[in-house]
């Protein structure tokens, strides 16, 4: 590979590296191009899964200021650069690796974060976004009903005081 074409693989990775939200890095070794083919069509328009160099990721994960990496680059290496939702790619991840036991994650990075195996696999643990935002709605809708239930009691309990004094002045009256 020519010095030329090595630049600009640096610079389209660090590129990649900069516009994604995380990434998701893991050996291929032993998948067949159907299988790899089948794993990007898994992860859907949420990532870019590409086929990377080991030395020049490395040189373009530290010209973006990523360390996650360090140390992990080892062997026929992928990446998965996320740029919509990471819990639904490292999902897509996981599960492709519990059927295709060839494709090993290695780690990861998140807002900044380095991610060991076990922190992409509790990221695909976690609900989608949608679901989250949804729970959240709904806790914060009963927390408003609460709120109005609270604030109507002092005049339900004024209107029903009222009604009772009205009788009772009644009833003297009549008696």
Do not use: W
């Not at 994604?20 to 089948?38: H, I, N, P, W």
């Not at 059927?99 to 696999?121: N, S, T």
């Not at 949608?130 to 339900?156: C, R, T, Y």
């Amino acid at each position: 590979m020519a010095t030329s074409e090595k630049a600009a693989a640096v610079a389209e990775l660090t590129e990649l590296f900069r516009n994604s939200a995380a990434a998701v890095l893991t050996e291929y070794r032993g998948l067949t191009v159907d299988e790899l083919k089948q794993l990007r069509r898994s992860l859907g328009e949420n990532a870019t899964y590409a086929v990377v160099k080991n030395t020049l990721t490395d040189i373009a994960a530290k010209e973006a200021g990523i360390d996650a990496f360090e140390g992990k680059m080892s062997g026929p290496s992928a990446i998965a650069f996320v740029s919509g939702d990471p819990v639904d790619v490292a999902k897509a991840v996981r599960d492709f690796a519990k059927d295709h036991d060839k494709l090993i994650i290695k780690g990861g990075y998140m807002d900044g974060q380095a991610l060991d195996v076990d922190g992409v696999k509790k990221l695909a643990d976690l609900e989608s976004r949608e679901v989250l935002l949804a729970k959240l709605a709904g806790a914060m809708k009963g927390n408003l009903s609460k709120a109005a239930a609270l604030f109507q009691a002092p005049l339900s309990k004024t209107v029903r005081t009222v009604e009772a004094l009205r009788v009772r002045n009644e009833e003297s009256a009549a008696a």
